[in-house]
Nanobody, 124 residues
Framework: VQLQASGGGLVQAGGSLRLSCAAS????????MGWFRQAPGKEREFVAA????????HYADSVKGRFTVSRDNAKNTVYLQMNSLKPEDSAVYYC??????????????????WGQGTQVTVSS
């Protein structure tokens, strides 16, 4: 599967952005999807993940209550709605996918496929 993330940009603190990740192929609903982010000088970190059917989600504590992950399997797209953004949310955001996972995971090594990343910058 090929992944294309979009929707990043510059936003003021307290604002919102919605990221999208479009996947190629006809088996999108066979993949668990995840979002990760990497700030300059820091390691890539887990943000959110969603099951194949979109029923179950998992979030990093740092974004819980502010971010919402969802997916539209008919459109082969996963979304990350980000509200109440903070400057510390600034990073390159990546979507990831894996067809073999049996449960949601925040470990980047568990995901086989990655998008190219989209930059999110939150100004104070």
């Amino acid at each position: 599967v090929q992944l294309q993330a979009s929707g990043g940009g510059l936003v003021q603190a307290g604002g919102s952005l919605r990221l999208s990740c479009a996947a190629s192929g006809r088996t999108f609903n066979g993949y668990i999807m995840g979002w990760f982010r990497q700030a300059p000088g820091k390691e890539r970190e887990f943000v959110a993940a969603i099951t194949r059917g979109g029923v179950v989600t998992h979030y990093a504590d740092s974004v819980k209550g502010r971010f919402t992950v969802s997916r539209d399997n008919a459109k082969n797209t996963v979304y990350l709605q980000m509200n109440s953004l903070k400057p510390e949310d600034s990073a390159v955001y990546y979507c990831a996918a894996d067809a073999t996972l049996r449960t949601l995971t925040g470990s980047e090594t568990d995901y086989a496929y990655w998008g190219q990343g989209t930059q999110v910058t939150v100004s104070s």
